[in-house]
């Protein structure tokens, strides 16, 4: 079980604060996404509960461990980038396996976790190929994969899809979620983007200049938006 509480939440680089007291409660096996403008705090936010960033003041837990001084690697999370970060001299196969190989796992273990993956993402026919031999949809399928593989308590996503174009970043929305119905797996998912939070997410956290707005289901937030900020932003009328 994975639910993830983060309980007011501030962040600050130097003298300049970013998040001021952020409230977010995921439960296990909700598909959460952060939105909001660019610049309002949402990858501090979830690289904090990836553990790459200190926390400034409040509490951070998964898992019902709290997580404020944990090191990344002692965390139960697998986190998505938007630029892949793929190794190139690597094939699929090593690129998927890499965390694996790294925790000494035997190669019977990696090879069970790589082959179901690979099948679950279509990449089978593409193991012994480099990066620059695929698709840019084909490459963030890999990084998904290494994250797969790692079978972690939570995914997090950083605007996994801005680099793709858009026909794909539609078709790659649908796959994500059919990957999140079949593991189930908690995660928090980042974009700017209104409608891939809207089409994506069990709940949505508004972002602002470093707070959070409003917390609701899509349709919620649509219906009811508490401002006319989230009213602006999520597109409903009011
Ligand atoms: P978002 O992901 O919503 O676009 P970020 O979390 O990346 O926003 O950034 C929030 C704010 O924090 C921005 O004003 C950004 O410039 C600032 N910021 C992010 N990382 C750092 C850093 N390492 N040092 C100083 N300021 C940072
Ligand atoms: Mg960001």
């Known amino acids: ?40 705090g949402k990858s501090t936010l979830l ?60 190669q019977e273990e990696i090879d069970k976790r790589v082959k179901p993956a690979a099948e679950i993402l279509g990449l089978v026919p593409y193991l012994d190929r480099y990066p620059r031999q695929l698709s840019g949809g084909q490459r963030q399928r890999v990084a998904m994969g290494r994250a797969i593989v790692r079978d972690p308590q939570v995914f997090l996503f950083d605007e996994p899809l801005s680099n793709l174009d858009a026909k794909l970043r539609v078709a790659m929305r649908t796959e994500i979620k059919e990957l999140h119905q079949r593991l189930k797996t908690t995660t928090v998912y980042v974009t700017h983007d209104q409608i891939e939070a809207m089409t994506m997410a069990d709940k949505i956290v508004v972002m602002h200049d470093g707070i959070v707005e409003q917390i609701g289901a899509p349709l919620d937030l649509y219906d009811n938006p508490v401002n006319t900020f989230v009213a602006g932003f999520i597109g409903s009328p009011a």
């Open 1 to 40: 079980m994975a639910p993830v509480l983060v309980k007011d939440v501030r962040k600050q680089f130097g003298a300049t604060k970013v998040l001021h007291g952020v409230d977010v409660s995921i439960s296990d096996g909700e598909f959460v996404v952060l939105v909001g403008p660019s610049g309002c």
């Open 47 to 106: 690289r904090m509960i990836a553990g790459l960033e200190n926390i400034t003041s409040g509490e951070i837990s998964i898992g019902g461990r709290v997580v404020n001084n944990m090191p990344p690697k002692e965390r139960d999370i697998a986190m998505v980038f938007q630029n892949y970060a793929l190794y190139p001299h690597m094939t699929v196969r090593d690129n998927m396996a890499f965390s694996l190989k790294l925790k000494n796992a035997p």
